[in-house]
């Protein structure tokens, strides 16, 4: 079932996740119900808080090639044990902030920690887009959207564009 996604300012997306205490049907379903949700948008990532769930979980599929097999991926309780100190830059988006991009520089490469969506604990190197969108991924888990990492001026002007598409989405 597709979920409705929430769209910044709304101050779900500033809390700080909980942890997940054990792997329920219930999480399972919502995971399956944030995939969907996911590549429906489309996306290649989303955070449980932007459905309006305070639990530290995310989805992501970064797999872009054409035809392609999809690799979905169900993270509970992710944490980054490393982070190289190469850096790369990608211009981010996200589905809580529609239609606008920016650069962010983040971390090359990043070593995480996580429960799957059998209950087992995983651990794994990603580089590339994997690694940005997890890591954008987790900072939603933090209260942390990508325009935080924008200097005051930007992240205001994106705000109030935000807050004019809330608007006109409420009239429509
Ligand atoms: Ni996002």
Not at 19 to 39: F, K, N
Not at 85 to 99: F, H, K, M, Q, R
Not at 142 to 168: A, C, S, V, W
Request: with cysteine; net charge negative; charged share 30%.
């Amino acid at each position: 079932m597709k979920r409705p996604i929430l769209i910044h300012p709304d101050p779900r997306l500033k809390k700080m996740c909980d942890p997940v205490p054990d792997i329920s049907d219930e999480l399972r379903s919502l995971a399956d119900d944030m995939l969907e949700t996911m590549y429906a948008a489309p996306g290649i990532g989303l955070a449980a808080p932007q459905v309006g769930v305070l639990s530290r979980l995310l989805v992501m599929d970064c797999v872009k090639e054409e035809g392609a097999p999809p690799q979905p991926m169900v993270m509970f309780n992710p944490e980054i044990v490393a982070a190289s100190d190469a850096l790369n830059t990608y211009e981010e988006g996200c589905l809580s902030i529609p239609e606008q991009f920016a650069d962010v520089t983040r971390p090359a490469e990043v070593e995480l920690r996580w429960i799957d969506r059998n209950g087992e604990e995983r651990q794994q190197v990603f580089d590339g887009l994997w690694a940005t969108c997890v890591q954008h991924e987790i900072d939603h888990l933090n209260g942390k959207l990508f325009i935080d990492h924008l200097g005051p001026i930007r992240r205001q002007m994106i705000t109030r564009k935000m807050q004019k598409y809330k608007r006109e989405q409420a009239r429509a």
